[in-house]
């Protein structure tokens, strides 16, 4: 099982404690990744504090279950690597995070089915147990229409952008070159 908490600079205690209290209870040895970079160490093995993108993506194709935070990158990384990723995310309210931008995005994708969102430390420990009886139940299968849809959108995007910075109209400058006469010439501006 891998456990991110991204890199953000406000410590992540909840969710590294809800993951301690059911580490401790769990039934089966559970090998652990814990990615829980400004958190304190958590007493579970496999703690880290953080890990370079490509040991990241390493540990995501290697592990049966993804629980991370509410970060887009995060959860996108790990749907490409074919987890429905088990989401808890940042609360600002709890000084985990500036805003609630993570709160949101989670809901959101969590109401379309695409993350598994815990919000409560009962739904985590629940989605836990569940993901360890059968980690099939956290998997999404590769779809081809989707990464083509993906592609689809990105160069639509890119045409939009490229139509707006065609049709802008330079601002003028905001500050003028001034030449001085030199000795002997006339001043012009």
């Known amino acids: 099982m891998l456990v991110a908490v991204g890199t953000d600079k406000h410590p992540f205690d909840r969710l590294v404690d809800w993951l301690a209290q059911w580490h ?32 990241l993506q390493q540990a995501m194709a290697h592990a049966d279950l993804v629980v991370c935070h509410g970060g887009p990158a995060t959860i996108l990384e790990a749907r490409r690597h074919g987890h429905l990723p088990i989401v808890v995310p940042r609360d600002p309210t709890r000084g985990e995070h500036v805003d609630d931008h993570q709160q949101l995005f989670a809901r959101r994708l969590g109401a379309a089915g695409l993350v598994a969102l815990c919000e409560t430390r009962e739904a985590l420990h629940d989605a836990l147990t569940a993901g360890l009886a059968d980690p099939s139940r956290y998997a999404v299968a590769d779809d081809p229409d989707a990464r083509e849809a993906r592609r689809a959108a990105v160069a639509r995007v890119g045409r939009i952008v490229d ?5 802008s109209n330079p601002r003028p400058p905001r500050w003028r070159v001034w030449s001085r006469a030199r000795p002997g010439t006339k001043e012009t501006r």
């Open 163 to 167: 139509d707006l910075v065609a049709r």
């Open 24 to 55: 401790a209870q769990a039934s089966d040895p559970v090998g652990l990744t814990v990615q829980h970079g400004h958190t304190a160490a958590p007493q579970v093995p496999g703690a880290v504090p953080f890990l370079g993108h490509d040991d």
